[in-house]
């Protein structure tokens, strides 16, 4: 493996537990860094801090990886059911849960080559930390503070339907270093 992503994608496939924590471990820690510096002045908004959950927001850290990948991931881990994604975004995704509160989304393109936005990301950067998610009381309210505060644009004009029923919006925020960090809202349609 030419990085210690990639080996600790690969890991996330191995027979061994402890392996596989250690992976998930690093994954998450990368993708957490990457997102809490680009988002750092996000919380010093009472109202947005407490849509997302502050100060103890619920994170997810959405890795892409090529279908073969996916597939070994899936199996190494019990075989998590499916997320329901609409049928009009091009992914394949399920959740890996680890100890302290360390959770990923896996994600795949259904059309490898495709126009789709997992497909496009995996010909552009290969296997990644591709989004980091976190779960929002209000995607609507929190779409309207970013935009009218933050200056923030979300990617869709309006939240729109994610997997398993969830309303999604998804924002391209820069990090301090100058690069780029795609930031999913997602909020269950229960909002419980």
């Known amino acids: ?25 690093e994954i998450y820690r990368l993708g957490r860094a ?26 997810t850290v959405g890795l892409a990886v090529e279908r073969d990948t996916f597939g070994h991931i899936r199996i190494a881990n019990g075989t998590p059911r499916l997320a329901d994604v609409p049928p009009d975004q091009d992914a394949e995704e399920f959740e890996l849960h680890f100890a302290e509160g360390i959770s990923l989304d896996i994600l795949t393109t259904r059309e490898p080559g495709g126009s789709g936005a997992i497909a496009k990301y995996l010909a552009k950067f290969g296997e990644g930390v591709q989004q980091v998610e976190y779960r929002c009381a209000n995607v609507d309210r929190a779409t309207q503070i970013l935009k009218e505060k933050f200056g923030v644009a979300p990617v869709y004009p309006t939240a729109r339907p994610g997997g398993d029923g969830t309303r999604i919006n998804f924002f391209l925020v820069t990090s301090p270093d100058g ?13 419980g």
């Open 34 to 59: 990457a997102a809490g510096s680009a988002i750092s002045n996000w919380w010093a908004e009472s109202e947005l801090s407490a849509l997302l959950l502050g100060p103890n927001p619920s994170i």
């Open 179 to 191: 690069g780029k960090v795609l930031i999913e809202l997602y909020e269950s349609q229960s909002r």
């Open 1 to 25: 493996m030419s990085s210690p992503l990639a080996q600790s994608i690969a890991d996330l496939s191995s027979a061994e537990a402890s392996k596989r924590l250690r992976a998930a471990s």
